[in-house]
């Protein structure tokens, strides 16, 4: 029961970690974390749009960072290496936070999406999604969702594994808005096809 214990306790701390860097790193444009153990050193892998956001002055922030995640999760010698998302409209999270933002500025939801939907497929995904539900009406409007797809996207069984997916809540004056953003990457080899 001893080793069992211990590969549940690491994927709760790795699950923590990402959550951590997600709110810290949410303005730099985080995108996803790695994380490998190895017995000397743990390597953190932090992918972001804008990585001297991270970085900060003469390397400062990210020793904050690293120190903060050392103290916390009691992870002994962390090592956070940055690396810039080289394709911004392929990343569900940056995507699902565009579409939040300018639902969140109440702009037009289907016009939103239907623009994003456009730059997804244009930067050679194979397929993609998109699903805004909730109170996309002004005050006093019912819940109600849109959703924009083009390409291929399975649904379910073992394909499914294979999509990229992220979920977002926008919060307009009228009420929450979730944002389902998923997307088949380019060069996705299915096991059907």
């Known amino acids: 029961m001893g080793i069992e214990k211990k590969f549940v306790e690491e994927a709760i701390i790795r699950y923590q970690v990402s959550k951590y860097l997600e709110t810290e790193l949410d303005r730099a444009g985080f995108t996803h974390v790695d994380i490998q153990r190895t017995p000397m050193v743990t390597r953190i892998g932090v992918e972001v749009t804008n990585p001297g956001r991270v970085i900060g002055k003469k390397g400062r922030t990210i020793r904050e960072l690293t120190d903060s995640i050392a103290k916390k999760f009691g992870i002994e010698n962390p090592q956070i290496s940055v690396s810039e998302s ?92 979730g944002v389902l953003v998923r997307i088949v990457m380019p060069g996705t080899k299915f096991p059907d096809k």
């Open 86 to 177: 080289k394709v911004p409209a392929l990343e569900p999270r940056l995507v699902a936070k565009k579409v939040c933002r300018f639902i969140e500025m109440g702009k037009k939801p289907r016009a939103i999406l239907h623009s994003s939907l456009r730059d997804i497929m244009s930067a050679g995904a194979l397929g993609g999604e998109i699903v805004a539900s909730g109170k996309l009406a002004a005050k006093g409007g019912r819940s109600k969702s849109f959703r924009v797809f083009a390409g291929y996207m399975p649904k379910a069984g073992e394909p499914a594994r294979l999509v990229h997916e992220e979920h977002v809540t926008a919060y307009p004056k009228a009420g929450a808005v």
